[in-house]
């Protein structure tokens, strides 16, 4: 269940979910997926793709209150739900509405489980940093310094704040009720376990799965000195670092460029500041690309970069720059740091910090294609092997045995 499904997609939580869910397909499982839409029955991809009016996409002040509204609409699929082994959750809404289901309606006799993709189980928002970057507490004082409280003014402001506080003990109460959890990194994993109390349900990390294409051997070496970032275009993902950084890089490698592709709320600041910087012949602010044509805007470059400040859950952008053979530079937290072997498989900087993150690039752009290219090999050999589709759902399919297990002998005691 997820609130957006291909051909709509909103970023690497519904890309990795599509990606499961054909990896189970093509591995012989029967796979239904329960998505936000007109109501109605299709197929995409040889998936059967059951659509509700649930408001999966909404963000409500009250989130109890919109949840048990989910729940009754999910109702109308309780024959479909019922009749399944086990009901995977893929985001957080998902979650909370169907274990409101459950509750409301006596539902289901299979296990609920979900992959948690990001920090809304104990958050108020969903990335758990402050403005400044750091993690906060679960307190009212840190709930004001929330990077999501602190870029907007007014009643806006005190509405969020009020929805932060509201919502959190909601959360953590639904994501309790879980049958089993799978996290997208361990540090993830770390991070919401300090924020929770203990949980006794089978737990597993399993990062996220790369597309096919990402993973084919017809790799482009890309145009020299060309940097790309993709991703949300918005201060918690470190575009503003970043371009603080280049400012120097700029200087440094006058010929080097850079490629922002993606949208977020801060897009026309950052798009100021290049113009003001004198730096609009080297930065180029594109808007969104297709999931499923941005790997051409891979291959044209040569080094990926996420400047990440939140503490990435997994990093799809350096996962699918590792995968197409790329030096990739990353900070040096969340799930990023899990996939690169710093100086083997990729390049990591301290997190933060505008000059270690120009350091580092400039070590990238300095290298010479032997250096640059064993690098790049080694980084997509290990996607092959960690991240291809199949073997990330032969790893959900000992999951999903090990939960339906536990759940069963659960109902004996």
């Known amino acids: 269940m997820t609130a957006y499904?291909?051909?709509?997609?909103?970023?690497?939580?519904?890309?990795?979910?599509?990606?499961?869910?054909?990896?189970?397909?093509?591995?012989?499982?029967?796979?239904?997926?329960i998505t936000e839409g007109q109501v109605g029955t299709e197929e995409f991809d040889g998936l059967k793709v059951y659509k509700v009016a649930a408001g999966l996409r909404d963000k409500p002040l009250d989130e109890k209150r919109k949840s048990r509204a989910i729940a009754r609409a999910l109702n109308s699929q309780k024959d479909l739900l019922e009749a399944a082994d086990i009901v995977h959750a893929n985001d957080f809404r998902s979650v909370l509405g169907l274990m409101e289901w459950?509750?409301?309606?006596q539902g289901s006799g299979a296990p609920i489980i979900a992959t948690i993709r990001d920090y809304a189980v104990c958050s108020g928002?969903?990335?758990?940093?402050?403005?400044?970057?750091?993690?906060?507490?679960?307190?009212?004082?840190?709930?004001?310094?929330?990077?999501?409280?602190?870029?907007?003014?007014?009643?806006?402001?005190?509405?969020?704040?009020?929805?932060?506080?509201?919502?959190?003990?909601?959360?953590?109460?639904?994501?309790?009720?879980l049958d089993g959890e799978v996290y997208i990194s361990r540090q993830q994993m770390e991070i919401i376990s300090q924020q929770r109390e203990e949980s006794h349900v089978p737990r597993k990390v399993i990062y996220n799965p790369i597309a096919d294409n990402f993973l084919s051997n017809n790799i482009s070496d890309g145009y020299t000195g060309k940097v790309l970032y993709v991703g949300t275009v918005e201060n918690y993902k470190g575009v503003g670092l970043l371009l603080e950084s280049w400012r120097q890089v700029a200087k440094m490698a006058p010929q080097a460029t850079l490629k922002i592709v993606?949208?977020?709320?801060?897009?026309?600041?950052?798009?100021t500041v290049v113009g003001r910087a004198g730096m609009q012949y080297s930065v180029q602010i594109v808007g969104k690309i297709a999931w499923d044509q941005i790997i051409r805007e891979y291959d044209q470059a040569r080094i990926v970069v996420a400047p990440h400040l939140w503490y990435e859950p997994f990093g799809r952008t350096v996962?699918?720059?590792?995968?197409?053979?790329?030096?990739?530079?990353?900070?040096?937290?969340?799930?990023?740091?899990?996939?690169?072997?710093?100086?083997?498989?990729?390049?990591?900087?301290?997190?933060?910090?505008?000059?270690?993150?120009?350091?580092?690039?400039?070590?990238?752009?300095?290298?010479?294609?032997?250096?640059?290219?064993?690098?790049?090999?080694?980084?997509?050999?290990?996607t092959k092997i960690n991240l291809n589709k199949n073997n990330i759902a032969s790893l959900y399919e000992d999951f999903y045995k090990e939960v339906i297990t536990t759940y069963a002998n659960k109902g004996k005691n």
């Open 125 to 177: 928002s969903t990335n758990f940093i402050t403005a400044s970057g750091d993690l906060p507490a679960d307190s009212i004082q840190d709930a004001y310094l929330s990077h999501r409280i602190a870029e907007v003014n007014g009643p806006r402001r005190w509405a969020r704040l009020w929805q932060y506080r509201m919502n959190i003990n909601y959360r953590k109460s639904k994501f309790s009720e």
């Open 262 to 271: 993606g949208e977020g709320t801060n897009r026309q600041e950052y798009e």
């Open 319 to 382: 996962a699918e720059g590792m995968a197409r053979g790329k030096v990739v530079v990353a900070a040096n937290v969340g799930g990023p740091s899990e996939m690169i072997r710093p100086g083997e498989t990729g390049l990591l900087f301290e997190r933060r910090s505008a000059k270690a993150l120009s350091h580092v690039l400039m070590r990238a752009l300095q290298m010479n294609d032997l250096e640059r290219q064993k690098m790049g090999k080694l980084g997509c050999e290990w």
């Open 102 to 105: 459950r509750r409301m309606f």
């Open 5 to 33: 499904f291909p051909p709509e997609t909103k970023g690497g939580a519904e890309i990795s979910t599509y990606l499961l869910a054909r990896g189970l397909h093509e591995k012989g499982n029967e796979v239904s997926v």
